[in-house]
């Protein structure tokens, strides 16, 4: 079937915009995660889902950014007046709610000008 | 746990050489250890993992070694090859999860490159 599916690939925006980034888990799938990697660095957690909620919102680097889940399906980050220090791939990885495997995306590469 | 230190950040071995990559962890309660590897400009993908009731799991030539004493566990490769080059990613379960899905702590991952 279907993997987990990210849009867009590649977002190159200017310092100041606000963007949104998304993530298509793979069906079924009711626990979505949100991950950063910068470059030549780990996974960094950011937030996760479970269905529509997310319990655990500390990983957010600021209030800049936030996310949604609508339907425990899709997902939406948003980061708000991006930073130069905001680049990065934006990966999100889902699984089933009470498994331990997470299946990742292929990320979408964010640049900030 | 929520601290995953993973050593080396370079690792480079000849091909038909062993591998091994570390990883310390600093919750005592934490018990599921994945390793992920990622091939350049591609997505993470688990090749094995390990949980705390057991000490060592084998796929192929693949393997993994836990200690719970000293909180640290390991991949081993065997017989490598070229196409075992890429980052390899540890991780641990994070501290003060809440929920009941699987929120995972990873290390800062080791480049590998098997040179043939």
């Known amino acids: 079937g279907a993997g987990v599916s990210q849009s867009p690939s590649n977002k190159v925006t200017e310092k100041g915009k606000d963007v949104e980034l998304r993530c298509d888990p793979i069906s079924g799938h009711t626990a979505l995660y949100w991950y950063r990697q910068s470059l030549g660095q780990g996974l960094e957690f950011l937030i996760y889902f479970q269905g529509n909620s997310a319990p655990d919102k500390s990983g957010l680097p600021s209030d800049r950014f936030s996310a949604e889940r609508t339907g425990g399906s899709v997902s939406t980050l948003t980061i708000q007046r991006t930073q130069q220090e905001d680049s990065a791939v934006y990966l999100c990885?889902?699984?089933?709610?009470?498994?331990?495997?997470?299946?990742f995306g292929p990320g979408t590469r964010l640049t900030v000008l | 746990g929520e601290n995953v230190e993973q050593h080396p950040s370079t690792l480079s071995v000849q091909e038909g050489d062993s591998a091994v990559i570390k990883c310390t962890y600093s919750d005592s309660a934490s018990n599921y250890f994945p390793w992920y590897k990622q091939e350049l400009g591609k997505r993470p993908q688990l090749i094995i993992d390990?949980?705390?009731?057991?000490g060592e799991k084998k796929d192929q030539r693949i393997a993994v070694t836990l200690n719970k004493t000293a909180k640290h566990f390991s991949l081993h490769i065997t017989e490598t090859q070229p196409e075992d080059s890429a980052v390899y990613f540890c991780?641990?379960?994070?501290?003060?999860?809440?929920?009941?899905?699987?929120?995972?702590?990873f290390g800062s991952g080791t480049q590998l490159t098997v040179l043939p």
């Open positions: 990885a889902s699984s089933w709610g009470g498994s331990d495997t997470q299946y």
């Open positions: 390990i949980r705390s009731n057991v």
């Open positions: 991780a641990a379960p994070r501290e003060r999860t809440s929920g009941s899905a699987r929120q995972l702590t």
